[in-house]
């Protein structure tokens, strides 16, 4: 098992790169379990190499993590194995990173490191563009060729987005089209706009132009025929912003309604994944159990979001079996995974680990940020809990609707939330790449 020692000054996008300078006798060299390390990021260079992409060895090292590999010698080769591998190659789960910013390589460490996929959003571009300088000349080259800020705003994502599908894209490749995504959201402007989203997700899909990439679209109830359009369309999706089971349902139906109205006699091309949020539930029920105040209600405290997962995973098992789905599979379906997103956990008093141990199954995928990232290599412990008790699941559901925990409400608020925060973010960056254009004496747009 991997190692980890913390370094000082992490950084949003590069907290998570190996450390350089040790002498290289000091380390033994790392091998994937399927193939060789050196030919697997040979491949991910290449990869690097045709989009145009370099790797910064000038740049300082800000990295907080070091992984040391484990000498387990076979055959005089040495084996790297981290707690991501094993989530992948023994349990059938993806860990995926859930931040990007330039330099997109910055992704290569991470990807040798077991990383499987990349998931964005506008807070997450509106941290990385207004905190760096590495998009100046791309953005002030847009605005002196007479775009406005927004169509800027699209075209430093879309290169971003391009540059990291190429790197994921041996994963891609390796796994038949099951793995290797990366996801880019369609203005959260538009989460009300059903139509509008469906426009949207095409063009974004059109101008990305890798077959891994994910449109996420967000499960409004709105944009619910959106999904099913956009699907129908042979576009994959990541669906985002579920906080209900039957929030949840519906976009597993949108999903199989949209793949039997596609026409497509070759199905395994459409893929999807539905991110059902999970730290943010406890946050907004603990609120809700501190005001009842009662022993049994301070007893639920940090377990309302946990349960609710163990219980959309069993819809999932569900929703993909039986006639319906098995007609699907014979045209080469593949199942919409559940993604666990929103794992970092708010409450310090919580274990780091708490939205990614209790969540690992077959078939998911579970995207962290820095922080639980770093956890679950430092100290996560690989096995299968996320169906390993649903009747406590279900216990503390129904616990929590007798204190008077609305199920629905959680859901609504949270989406409100969700939709709102991201509005934020989008809009604030907006105005920061404005600021950005005056200070460059760029032309006010």
Request: aromatic share 8%; hydrophobic share 40%; with cysteine.
């Amino acid at each position: 098992m991997a190692t980890i020692s913390k370094l000082s000054s992490p950084t949003p996008c590069s907290s998570l790169r190996p450390s350089v300078g040790h002498p290289r006798s000091s380390r033994p060299l790392c091998f994937l379990e399927l193939q060789s390390r050196t030919a697997f990021l040979s491949r991910v260079a290449a990869a690097s190499s045709s989009a145009g992409l370099s790797v910064g060895s000038n740049r300082r090292s800000r990295s907080s993590l070091v992984v040391t590999c484990s000498q387990n010698v076979a055959n005089g080769s040495v084996v790297e194995r981290t707690a991501l591998h094993d989530l992948y190659e023994r349990e059938g789960q993806s860990p995926w990173y859930d931040n990007l910013c330039r330099p997109v390589t910055d992704l290569i460490p991470l990807i040798a490191s077991g990383v499987r996929g990349v998931t964005s959003n506008p807070a997450i571009f509106q941290k990385a563009i207004s905190s760096s300088n590495a998009y100046n000349d791309q953005f002030r080259e847009l605005v002196q060729s007479g775009k406005d800020i927004e169509s800027a705003y699209w075209e430093l994502v879309v290169k971003d987005i391009q540059d990291a599908c190429k790197l994921f894209e041996p994963i891609y490749d390796q796994t038949d089209g099951g793995d290797g995504y990366v996801s880019v959201e369609v203005s959260p402007r538009l989460a009300d706009d059903t139509e509008g989203t469906v426009e949207a997700a095409k063009w974004l899909h059109k101008v990305v132009n890798r077959p891994n990439v994910y449109i996420k679209i967000p499960a409004t109830a709105p944009c619910i025929p959106s999904i099913k359009q956009v699907i129908s369309n042979g576009i994959s999706v990541n669906v985002t912003l579920i906080f209900s089971l039957a929030r949840y349902e519906a976009v597993m139906d949108a999903y199989l309604d949209g793949l039997e109205a596609s026409g497509l006699a070759d199905l395994s091309r459409v893929t999807s994944v539905a991110s059902f949020f999970v730290s943010r539930v406890d946050t907004l029920i603990d609120k809700m159990l501190e005001k009842i105040g009662t022993p049994e209600a301070l007893d639920l405290r940090g377990k309302a979001a946990v349960a609710q997962a163990a219980l959309a995973y069993k819809l999932y098992q569900k929703k993909f079996s039986g006639p319906r789905w098995e007609a699907l599979v014979k045209k080469g379906a593949k199942k919409q995974r559940l993604l666990w997103a929103s794992t970092s956990v708010k409450n310090p008093a919580y274990p780091d680990t708490l939205y990614v141990a209790p969540l690992i199954g077959p078939d998911t995928v579970s995207t962290m940020p820095d922080q639980a990232l770093q956890a679950f290599v430092d100290h996560g412990i690989v096995s299968r809990t996320i169906d390993s008790n649903v009747s406590e699941a279900e216990g503390i559901y129904s616990a929590l609707e007798k204190l008077g925990i609305d199920w629905s409400y959680v859901g609504t608020q949270l989406e409100i939330e969700g939709v709102d925060s991201f509005k934020k973010s989008f809009d604030s960056l907006l105005d920061t790449l404005q600021e950005k254009a005056n200070s460059l004496n760029l032309v006010s747009l």
